[in-house]
């Protein structure tokens, strides 16, 4: 393998002519700004957007690219927006107060130069509340807007304090813009600011936004096989992309995006690095690394499963709540009340596995392989849960088929096999009988109404045969 020089840092600097694919997102600001700039007295509605999505989708550049495009030219004596950035990581609790009202004082000062911003009272409570005013009555003449990144690096009692003293004074009017970019949803505790939050997930790009982003990233429209093969390792997440294209262009200076597939060996390490150093920075126990390479082909999982996988019947369930807890706390997990379970983020699971597949590909078999053995083992011994089971059993040996090179055809044709005999095993056994709705009302919901992009080879198939099924017991 050709060595990589591994990066210092995945903090990437925003450079706007990089910037892309991000157009929904810019004109969801934009409007709410045009909205003030309109004649009349109209007020923005939900004037607070909350940015949230996994590490690495771009938050902070999106942060950039609107306070760039919003920063008011001090040259200029015509009122219009302008745009404060603040990055959170940098005050990260209470104490930080007065230089985080310090540095938004400051820069409204660069850009307005108005002999009344108010100054830092030795209070810092009443110096935001006299802030927040002072945003509110700036908003009848201009368009304020401020941006507050990473901000899942403050803690509660620091974002319950901003919420409070600036954001509630200076809300209120629907005249101010704010836009906070976190990892996680925001906990707001006021109703009058709850009632004004417009929340909205960055997910990864499509095949043609990873074709745009790499197209600003070299100057050139990319080839769209070029454009393929970097999103069978990256699906969309915007800086693995860019890690990976970083990595072709050194090891390629002159064509980087040409022969992706011969390169393989160094890209699967260079995704790895990046996965190790960053996103999996805040996980420090080697257990718990470990356990997430385990069940990264999971698409859900609670103890149970956990239990399973770590191979450690004897452990207590409080061991493995607190591993939870602690993936969580990572950012990289969250429970979902739609699947019953606790879920890496979409992503990030299909980078780690992926990852795994072609690093070591014996061991992302055995741990489908062990995921399918303990999902047959749960339909025979909890049958009101089948349905569930089934579905997730029917992902596993797709994997398992498709790792194996098995044709498309013919794995549908199993995957459709397997699934009418394990329909047909319920029914006989007597014992099950009283569990048949529940088992119906899953496949109906999760199945038929929900449908599965992970099937996509078998979809068809699985819901021609589960749908008698759900006729008959639904």
Not at 142 to 154: G, K, S
Not at 345 to 371: F, G
Request: with cysteine.
């Amino acid at each position: 393998m050709n060595p990589i020089p591994a990066a210092s840092s995945y903090s990437l600097s925003y450079d706007p002519n990089k910037f892309a694919a991000r157009t929904g997102e810019v004109d969801l600001i934009s409007h709410k700004v045009s909205t003030r700039q309109g004649k009349g007295d109209s007020r923005i509605t939900r004037p607070l957007v909350e940015f949230y999505g996994a590490t690495g989708q771009g938050k902070s550049w999106l942060l950039a690219h609107l306070h760039a495009k919003f920063h008011h030219d001090p040259q200029s004596p015509s009122p219009g927006p302008f745009s404060l950035l603040i990055d959170l990581s940098a005050f990260p609790n209470l104490k930080y107060s007065s230089a985080f009202l310090q540095t938004l004082l400051d820069q409204l000062d660069e850009q307005l130069g108005a002999e009344t911003i108010p100054t830092l009272d030795e209070k810092t409570d009443t110096t935001a509340e006299i802030l927040g005013k002072y945003l509110r009555d700036l908003g009848s003449t201009w368009i304020p807007v401020l941006l507050f990144d990473t901000a899942d690096q403050a803690d509660d009692e620091f974002l319950d304090w901003i919420e409070e003293h600036l954001i509630y004074q200076a809300i209120r009017s629907e005249t101010v813009i704010f836009v906070f970019a976190s990892r996680t949803r925001l906990r707001w505790k006021k109703f009058e600011v709850r009632r004004r939050v417009e929340s909205r997930e960055l997910g990864p790009f499509d095949q043609s936004q990873t074709g745009k982003q790499i197209k600003q990233l070299g100057d050139v429209e990319p080839p769209q096989e070029a454009v393929a093969a970097l999103w069978n390792y990256s699906f969309g997440h915007p800086l693995t992309t860019r890690v990976i294209y970083d990595a072709l262009c050194r090891l390629n200076p002159d064509a980087p995006l040409d022969h992706v597939e011969a390169q393989e060996e160094n890209l699967t390490q260079s995704v790895y690095d990046l996965i190790e150093k960053h996103f999996l920075a805040s996980v420090e126990q080697p257990e718990l690394r470990k356990l997430i390479w385990d069940i990264c082909v999971l698409r859900k999982f609670n103890v149970a499963h956990l239990r399973e996988f770590a191979g450690e019947a004897e452990q207590s369930e409080a061991h493995y709540l607190n591993l939870i807890r602690d993936m969580v706390a990572s950012t990289l997990v969250h429970w979902s009340s739609e699947d019953g379970g606790y879920v890496f983020d979409p992503v990030v699971r299909q980078i780690l596995a992926r990852n795994l597949q072609m690093r070591k590909p014996n061991q992302y078999l055995n741990q489908h392989e062990t995921a399918a053995k303990m999902y047959e083992k749960w339909i025979q011994e909890h049958p009101r849960n089948a349905g569930d089971f089934m579905i997730e059993l029917a992902f596993h040996r797709m994997e398992i088929w498709r790792a194996q090179q098995v044709p498309d055809n013919e794995i549908a044709s199993r995957s459709a096999k397997e699934f009418q005999g394990q329909l047909e095993q319920l029914e006989q056994n007597d014992e099950a009988q009283w569990e048949l709705p529940d088992v119906a009302r899953a496949l109906d919901e999760r199945l038929l109404k929900r449908g599965d992009d992970d099937l996509e080879i078998a979809l068809d198939v699985l819901q021609n045969t589960a749908r008698s099924f759900v006729v008959q017991y639904g």
